[in-house]
């Protein structure tokens, strides 16, 4: 009777914890260092990759992808990335493209470009079809917009075209803004209400955490009352050479901050940059049960 209690009691915990638990995502792509795709996700501990990056887009430039020492996409040299993209997503990662970048060279200039590049996008990336896809066959799940630099105009087009391409698979869209709310640069395309999660950049910001987790918890309901979207991420570096600032050290993430943002409503989780930084500190593992 009192084992079956106890067992009662411990399937009662492990399914309540599930219930309250988050994802982690994490960048992928900057540094070969990092292991592949593929050994990324076999580590059980990411429920979304992002590629990165696509920093060379629009103006009439020929959009270019570059995945620093994995591959070379101007010799087709990524392809092989398909069987890693369809590996990860048979675990049920998903693998999403990022578009923009820190370093990038990039700006919509009208509403036919924002058209052209959501077409290049879908025929490449996506659901489409190109004779020239660079991760071949495999179709990506969706597209992160990780815009820092150029002009905030027409990604919310961009956006809806997204959207609006129909085909078997949801195509999902994600965004990376910096922490100050509203973001300068994806504010407009966020309003649109067709985003799926937000990973906010809480590093090289002043909003980023200075010693009080209550400050966090505010800018992160800012974020989440202040934006139509599904789910919320506390984006960080995972080692202090990440970034700038924001390092959080895993015990006071742990003890302070998620206590407190997984009692906001449309908490998702914690996005990491990147996989590199990641295998420096082992900061997923140590975080990944109390997300
Ligand atoms: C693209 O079209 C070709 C020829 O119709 C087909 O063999 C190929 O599977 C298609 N690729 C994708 C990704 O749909
Ligand atoms: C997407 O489709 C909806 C519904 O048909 C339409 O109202 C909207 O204008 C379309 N968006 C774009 C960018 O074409
Ligand atoms: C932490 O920030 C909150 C508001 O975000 C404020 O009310 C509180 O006084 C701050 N605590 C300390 C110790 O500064």
């Known amino acids: 009777m009192a084992t079956k209690m106890f067992v009662l009691l411990l399937i009662f915990a492990v399914l309540s914890s599930h219930c309250y638990s988050g994802s982690i995502s994490i960048y992928w792509g ?50 092989g990335l398909a069987d890693d993209i369809r590996s990860c997503q048979s675990r049920g990662v998903k693998v999403l493209l990022s578009i923009g970048g820190g370093d990038g060279v990039y700006i919509l200039v009208s509403s036919e470009e924002a058209k052209e590049f959501a077409d290049y996008l879908w025929n490449n990336y996506l659901g489409g079809n190109s004779t020239d896809r660079p991760f071949g066959d495999a179709v990506l799940d969706g597209i992160d917009f990780d815009i820092e630099g150029g002009s905030p105009s027409h990604y919310d087009e961009l956006a809806g075209h997204l959207k609006n391409y129909t085909s078997e698979k949801k195509v999902y869209l994600t965004a990376a803004p910096q922490c100050p709310f509203p973001d300068v640069y994806v504010g407009q395309a966020l309003s649109t209400g067709l985003f799926d999660y937000v990973w906010m950049q809480f590093y090289n910001n002043y909003c980023e955490y200075k010693g009080n987790a209550s400050d966090v918890k505010a800018t992160f309901d800012e974020w989440s009352d202040g934006v139509p979207a599904t789910k919320f991420f506390l984006g960080l570096p995972a080692a202090p050479s990440g970034a700038s600032s924001g390092f959080i050290p895993q015990n006071v993430l742990i003890s302070q901050i998620l206590p407190l943002i997984k009692k906001a409503d449309k908490y998702g989780g914690v996005m990491l940059w990147s996989k590199y930084y990641d295998d420096l500190t082992g900061y997923s593992s140590s975080i990944k049960s109390h997300v």
């Open 30 to 79: 900057q540094n070969q260092q990092e292991g592949t795709l593929a050994d990324t996700c076999k580590t059980g501990r990411f429920e979304y990759v992002i590629i990165s990056f696509l920093c060379v887009f629009g103006n009439n430039q020929i959009p270019q992808l570059d995945l620093d020492d994995h591959c070379d996409p101007s010799t087709k040299g990524c392809v």
